[in-house]
T-cell receptor, first 115, second 116 residues
Framework: DTGVSQDPRHKITKRGQNVTFRCDPI?????LYWYRQTLGQGPEFLTY????????KSRLLSDRFSAERPKGSFSTLEIQRTEQGDSAMYLC?????????????FGPGTRLTVT | DQQVKQNSPSLSVQEGRISILNCDYT??????FLWYKKYPAEGPTFLIS?????DKNEDGRFTVFLNKSAKHLSLHIVPSQPGDSAVYFC???????????????FGQGTILTVHP
């Protein structure tokens, strides 16, 4: 069990550019979540996958954001036409669907800075 | 609309003493609660959880208490150690409903500093 990994760890981009982040969950986990965290706040839910199906998107996720999990394993989060307000830590988490437990295991995050 | 609130931005305690971190929630649908610890430049790490069918759950030095009528939970760390210094997040979710997928709603976090 190697834990949840995210790539890159840091990304600096200019306003208007597109960026893509990758998340590799714990291998047997069928649920995958993306959260966004800004300074002084807790993580905020963005979207959720069960296997390859995207089951919910937060209203925080504008049309410029898209997420995929093509084979039910790794996931990508793309932000098009980045804005300065997109600067945040993007966290990925995974979990195994069980009736008695709702623990999610987080990766180290990708810190995005939009200049 | 902050459904999970941690009203104390920071807490400072002496090594060996008890740390008590508090969390309040407003959404009556929440019935499963978790505490996470976060060090700088790392993702949150799961600590302990509690279901609404219980009022206490203990794991080593960590105990979580749930008061459903007050919509309040707390995390007790005894004894506190300098390595416990981190940001602590309270999180809540609902197990009921058609899509009980465990989406977490987090509080703002409390910075705990344990002095040697």
């Amino acid at each position: 069990d190697t834990g949840v990994s995210q790539d890159p760890r840091h990304k600096i981009t200019k306003r208007g550019q597109n960026v893509t982040f990758r998340c590799d969950p714990i291998s047997e986990h069928n649920r995958l979540y993306w959260y966004r965290q800004t300074l002084g706040q807790g993580p905020e839910f963005l979207t959720y996958f069960q296997n390859e199906a995207q089951l919910e998107k937060s209203r925080l996720l504008s049309d410029r954001f898209s997420a995929e999990r093509p084979k039910g394993s790794f996931s990508t989060l793309e932000i098009q036409r980045t804005e300065q307000g997109d600067s945040a830590m993007y966290l990925c988490a995974s979990s195994l669907a069980r009736d008695t437990s709702y623990e999610q295991y987080f990766g180290p995050g990708t810190r995005l800075t939009v200049t | 609309d902050q459904q999970v609130k941690q009203n104390s931005p920071s807490l400072s305690v002496q090594e060996g003493r008890i740390s008590i971190l508090n969390c309040d929630y407003t959404n009556s649908m929440f019935d499963y609660f978790l505490w996470y610890k976060k060090y700088p430049a790392e993702g949150p790490t799961f600590l302990i959880s509690i279901s609404s069918i219980k009022d206490k759950n203990e794991d080593g030095r960590f105990t979580v208490f749930l008061n459903k009528s007050a919509k309040h939970l707390s995390l007790h760390i005894v004894p506190s150690q300098p390595g416990d210094s981190a940001v602590y997040f309270c999180a809540a979710t609902s197990q009921t409903g058609g899509t009980s997928y465990g989406k977490l709603t987090f509080g703002q976090g409390t910075i705990l500093t344990v002095h040697p």
